[in-house]
């Protein structure tokens, strides 16, 4: 079974504070992407990377910024955190090679920005 | 730009009966159309695909249909169990792109 696993499912910081939020997966996908989920607005995806060290921008990136130095591992960072960034986030993971891309995402974050 | 839009926001239905939850896109087709299931508090997984070229698509209680005409995807839980209750998302991607561009989601609840 394809799993992805992300560092922490509950998470309190506080204004200002740097976060790191962890992914890893074991299918040795090439494509990973963080989302944020919000009550009316669904899953927006706030930047993916198709390889080691390659990122792009999704939807949302202001206030975020990623690292992929390994394969198998995608962080999202925080730089100074905000109250408005409180959301649930989202890890997911897909193959190049089915074509189809259907992502197979982690059990989410719950970030509290106080 | 591509969008996505499932127009019911919640869907309450009684055991038994057949669900069905749309999902409407714009501009060209995708060519593909995703489902998910998302439970409360957890990452969305995974149920059925169907491309472009397809009309219907079926796994065990789970068909899903794809009409370009009216571009228009309905996704069809028969024999619907209160175990069925969750949030369905519907997800569009292009060719040779693995980007995927969610709908806000259809909250199903299958009452006993």
């Known amino acids: 079974d394809v799993k992805v696993t992300q560092s922490s499912r509950y998470l309190v910081k506080r204004t200002g504070e740097k976060v790191f939020l962890e992914c890893v997966q074991d299918m040795d996908h090439e494509n990973m992407f963080w989302y944020r989920q919000d009550p009316g607005l669904g899953l927006r995806l706030i930047y993916f990377s198709y390889d080691v060290k390659m990122k792009e921008k999704g939807d949302i990136p202001e206030g975020y910024s990623v690292s992929r130095e390994k394969k198998e591992r995608f962080s999202l960072i925080l730089e100074s955190a905000s109250t408005n960034q409180t959301s649930m986030y989202l890890c997911a993971s897909s193959s190049l090679g089915t074509s189809t891309y259907e992502q197979y995402f982690g059990p989410g974050t719950r970030l509290t920005v106080t | 730009s591509q969008k996505i839009e499932q127009n019911s926001e919640a869907l309450n239905i009684q055991e038994g009966k057949t669900a069905t939850l749309t999902c409407n896109y714009t501009?060209?087709?995708?060519?593909?159309l995703q489902w998910y299931r998302q439970d409360p508090g957890r990452g969305p997984v995974f149920l059925l695909l169907i491309r472009e070229n397809e009309k219907e698509k079926r796994k065990e209680r789970l068909k899903v249909t794809f009409d370009t005409t009216l571009k228009q995807s309905l996704f069809h839980i028969t024999a619907s169990q209160p175990a069925d209750s969750a949030t369905y998302l519907c997800?569009?991607?292009?060719?040779?792109?693995?980007?995927?561009?969610f709908g806000k989601g259809t909250k199903l609840s299958v009452i006993p």
């Open positions: 501009n060209y087709s995708p060519a593909y």
């Open positions: 997800a569009r991607t292009g060719a040779g792109s693995y980007q995927l561009t």
